[in-house]
């Protein structure tokens, strides 16, 4: 490993900080992060594409949860 230490120099990891909601500013800052990336991916810092992922990850959250369950009558259980 000795002759590739820029290598391990910065090794990127995902760590859940926070998992609330994203902010009208961290929807925007998405929103400019994921531009940036389709416009010129090699212009955009590894650290804002960690970033992002981060970003993204929190905004999926909970959009592949099953709907709620219905009642026999069809409407939902809350109603």
Same mark, same amino acid.
């Given at each position: #490993?000795?002759? =590739? ?6 090794? #990127?990891?995902? @760590? /859940? +900080?926070?998992?609330?909601?994203? +902010?009208?500013?961290? =929807? &925007?800052?998405?929103? !400019? ?5 389709? &416009?010129? %991916?090699? !212009?955009?810092? %590894? &650290?804002?594409?960690?970033?992002? +992922?981060?970003? =993204?990850? /929190? @905004? $999926?959250?909970?959009?592949? &949860? *099953? *709907?709620? *369950?219905?009642?026999? /009558?069809? @409407? !939902? $259980?809350?109603?």
């Amino acid at each position: #490993m000795s002759g =590739f230490p820029h290598i391990y120099h910065h090794i #990127m990891t995902f @760590s /859940r +900080t926070n998992n609330s909601i994203l +902010t009208q500013e961290e =929807f &925007d800052e998405l929103v !400019s992060l994921k531009n940036a990336i389709h &416009d010129n %991916p090699a !212009s955009v810092h %590894p &650290d804002k594409l960690e970033k992002f +992922t981060e970003l =993204f990850v /929190r @905004s $999926l959250d909970g959009k592949c &949860d *099953p *709907p709620p *369950p219905k009642n026999w /009558r069809g @409407s !939902s $259980l809350s109603e």
